[in-house]
C-alpha cells in the first residue's frame, strides 16, 4: 500500500490487485478494438436512398463502377461516394429572344429532366453536381432562342404545339451530350412588345370583322338562290300549267273532230231532215232551196196567196 500527501496529511493509497489491473487492460483494448470495428464497418459501407445512384471515388478519383439503391461497400478510409440524383427534376428559365420576323418576344420555360442511371459517373466526372447551372439552363436559353428564330411571331401562337416540338427536340439533342434526358417542356404565353401586340389585336379585329362581312354576302348570296329557284319553281309550273291546257285543247279539239267525223259519215238526206225538223222553232222559212234540181221557192208568195 502506497501513501500520499494530501493538504499536509498523509494518506494510504491501497494497491490494485494484478489480476484487477489485466482485467481493466483488456476492457480497454477490447474497447479500443469494438470503437475500431464500428469505424471500419461504418467507412467500409454506404446506403445509396431510392432515386439515387453512387459514383465511387478512390482518393478522388471516379470508377467505372456505380452503385445502386440499397446498401454497398467500399474500401474504408481510401473510397468514398458520392449521390446523384436520378428522379425527374425541373428547371425553369425565363428568356428573352427573337423571331424569325425580328419581333421581340419573352417567355418562360419549364423543363422536367433526369440524370441518366448508366452514366452518373461520366457526369459527375465532367460537371460535379452543378450540372442544372452549367449545361441545363444555358441550353434551354440556346434552344429557345434556335426555336424563335425559325417561326414568325404571330406563328408562336397559330403553331404553339409546333413550336413546342421542335423546341424539345432541340434541347433533348443538346442535352443528350451530357447525358441528360429530357421528359418533357412547357412553353408559356409568349410575351409581345406593346406595339405588335397591339399589331396582332387591329389584325384580329379586321379578320373579324372581314368574318362578318363574309358571312352578310353568303346570306345574300344564300337568299339570292332561294329567289332564283323560286322563280325557276314557277316558271316551270306555268309552262307546265300551259302545256296541261294546251294538251286539253287538243285533247278536246280531237274529240270534236272526231265527233264530226262520226256525224258526218253517218249524215243522211233522212237524217238531215230529222234535224231540222228537231230544231224548227215551228215557221216556215220564207225561202226554201232545194240544191238537187237547183229550185228556189219564195214561200211567202203561197202564204198570200192563200190568205187571199
Keep these: 500500500m502506497s501513501d500520499f500527501d494530501f493538504g499536509g496529511r498523509r494518506f494510504d493509497r491501497p494497491e490494485v490487485p494484478d489480476n484487477v489491473k489485466k482485467l481493466t487492460g483488456t476492457l ?6 469494438a470503437i475500431a470495428g464500428i ?34 461497400f ?8 458520392e449521390l446523384m440524383n436520378v428522379q425527374i427534376q425541373k428547371a425553369e428559365s425565363t428568356e428573352a429572344t427573337a423571331t424569325k420576323d425580328l419581333q421581340e418576344v419573352s417567355t418562360t420555360v419549364a423543363v422536367n429532366y433526369r440524370l441518366d442511371p448508366l452514366a452518373v459517373n461520366e457526369i459527375y466526372k465532367d460537371l460535379r ?6 449545361v441545363i439552363k444555358p441550353n434551354i436559353e440556346e434552344s429557345l432562342k434556335a426555336t424563335t428564330a425559325i417561326f414568325r411571331a404571330e406563328e408562336l401562337v397559330t403553331k404553339r404545339a409546333e413550336v413546342k416540338q421542335t423546341f424539345d ?11 441528360i434526358q429530357v421528359v418533357s417542356v412547357s412553353l408559356t404565353d409568349f410575351q409581345f412588345s406593346p406595339s405588335f401586340s397591339a399589331a396582332i389585336d387591329a389584325k384580329v379585329t379586321a379578320e373579324q370583322q372581314a368574318l362578318v362581312s363574309k358571312n352578310e354576302l353568303e346570306k345574300i348570296r344564300y337568299e339570292a338562290q332561294q329567289q332564283i329557284i323560286q322563280a325557276e319553281a314557277a316558271k316551270n309550273a306555268t309552262i307546265r ?10 285533247i278536246d279539239a ?17 237524217y238531215i231532215d230529222y234535224l231540222w225538223l228537231v230544231q224548227w222553232d215551228g215557221k216556215l222559212p220564207m225561202v226554201y232551196t ?11 208568195e203561197f202564204l198570200n196567196t192563200t190568205g187571199n
Excluded: C, H
Design 290 to 300: 232545194r240544191d238537187e234540181n237547183g229550185l228556189i221557192i219564195d214561200i211567202s
Design 254 to 270: 280531237n274529240a270534236t273532230a272526231q265527233s264530226i267525223e262520226i256525224i258526218t259519215s253517218q249524215m243522211t238526206e233522212e
Design 169 to 179: 427536340e432541340i434541347l433533348a439533342e443538346r442535352l443528350s451530350i451530357f447525358n
Design 241 to 250: 300549267r300551259a302545256e296541261g291546257d294546251a294538251l286539253a285543247q287538243i
Design 39 to 72: 469505424t471500419v464497418v461504418t467507412t467500409a459501407t454506404v446506403r445509396v436512398p431510392s432515386g439515387y445512384r453512387g459514383v465511387l471515388l478512390t482518393w478522388g478519383k471516379v470508377e467505372d463502377t456505380i452503385l445502386q439503391e440499397g446498401l454497398n
Design 129 to 134: 453536381q452543378d450540372y442544372a447551372n452549367r
Design 74 to 81: 467500399k474500401v474504408p478510409f481510401t473510397q468514398n461516394v
Design 28 to 33: 480497454i483494448v477490447l474497447l479500443i478494438i
